[in-house]
Antibody, heavy 120, light 111 residues
């Protein structure tokens, strides 16, 4: 059974870089059939797609965040990572990682999510 | 890109059917058969309920069904149960560079 788990600091200072890692277990991140994505949800608000990566390293980003986002993959560790630079309080959210089929064929499964708070 | 439009809330009594709409444009919902729906209970991660407009993942009850007409997709839940009370989000593919946009979410209350 495929499982995803987010990890990283729960508190980040304004203007710094948020860094999270998603560890995939029960399956290979090198599968040619899937993409790996990051989605976030500010407290009490809706979902926002951040970006996705293919095992080969091809990346796709939300245009509204593209200038600040970098997603990378480490196939040797079965992990993919998110970096979001120059964070502000507006970036405070629960960050989820998830697998999805090409062309957004449904995000499934999801990690449990990790709350990242941006505060000094 | 603007989020897809969903009603803020819907409600229904146990046993009844409800439908949640998700309105986009010809550049997303109307242009591709890549609409998915998610159920989210408080404090939990979203769960995929429908993908590719009308397909149910293994393990999802057949009380959940999806459809699309023009730029509007719909999620129908029949035989409402108390456990269906949750937030529901739609999502659509939009273009080769923007893989996903989400709706604002709909809170379903089972009366």
């Amino acid at each position: 059974q495929l499982q995803l788990q987010e990890s990283g600091p729960g508190l980040v200072k304004p203007s710094e870089t948020l860094s999270l890692t998603c560890t995939v277990s029960g399956g290979s991140i090198s599968s040619t059939s899937y993409y790996w994505g990051w989605i976030r949800q500010p407290p009490g608000k809706g979902l926002e797609w951040i970006g996705s990566i293919y095992y080969s390293g091809s990346t796709y980003y939300n245009p509204s965040l593209k200038s600040r986002v970098t997603i990378s993959v480490d196939t040797s560790k079965n992990q993919f990572s998110l970096k979001l630079s120059s964070v502000t309080a507006a970036d405070t959210a629960v960050y989820y990682c998830a697998r999805h089929a090409p062309f957004n064929g449904g995000f499934d499964p999801w990690g449990q999510g990790t709350l990242v708070t941006v505060s000094s | 890109q603007s989020a897809l439009t969903q009603p803020a809330s819907v409600s229904g009594s146990p046993g009844q059917s409800i439908t949640i709409s998700c309105t986009g444009t010809s550049s997303d919902v109307g242009g591709y058969n890549y609409v998915s729906w998610y159920q989210q209970h408080p404090g939990k991660a979203p769960k995929l309920m429908i993908y590719d407009v009308s397909n149910r993942p293994s393990g999802v009850s057949n009380r959940f069904s999806g459809s699309k007409s023009g730029n509007t997709a719909s999620l129908t839940i029949s035989g409402l149960q108390a456990e269906d009370e949750a937030d529901y989000y739609c999502s659509s593919y939009t273009s080769s560079n923007t893989l996903a946009i989400f709706g604002g979410g709909t809170k379903l209350t089972v009366l």
